[in-house]
């Protein structure tokens, strides 16, 4: 199973994007979901999750406030709206399905089980 991310892009910063998390032939409904990115040289960490049942989420204090995880599920896509971008949040951005998730607690890689192949998203003047 091979998730897609997709959405990314060059946005000047305070601008936004919509990232968009999908999977063809894969019900993504009642999964868990996390969000991960890494910029050059860094580790991936997670920036956001949402559980199986759309309760409970988990947002990185770097992002707390500006990003928003959702889910549609009459098109199988989880989505990550992302305001006021800054120029740190730079990087490549993944969707995985988790494993293993508790609400206001980082999912860890360890628990990424199907990964997208990942979305740049610039945010550069």
């Known amino acids: 199973v091979q998730l897609q991310a997709s959405g990314g892009g060059l946005v000047q910063p305070g601008g936004s994007l919509r990232l968009s998390c999908g999977a063809s032939?894969?019900?993504?409904?009642?999964?868990?979901i996390g969000w991960f990115r890494q910029a050059p040289g860094k580790e991936r960490e997670a920036v956001s999750g949402l559980s199986s049942s759309n309760t409970f989420t988990f947002y990185a204090d770097s992002v707390k406030g500006r990003f928003t995880v959702s889910r549609d599920t009459s098109k199988n896509l989880v989505y990550l709206q992302m305001n006021d971008l800054k120029p740190e949040d730079t990087a490549v951005y993944f969707c995985?399905?988790?494993?293993?998730?508790?609400?206001?607690?980082?999912?860890?890689?360890?628990?990424?089980?199907?990964w997208g192949q990942g979305t740049q998203v610039t945010v550069s003047s």
């Open positions: 995985a399905t988790l494993t293993f998730f508790k609400a206001n607690q980082a999912p860890a890689i360890e628990d990424g089980y199907y």
């Open positions: 032939g894969y019900n993504l409904n009642y999964q868990a």
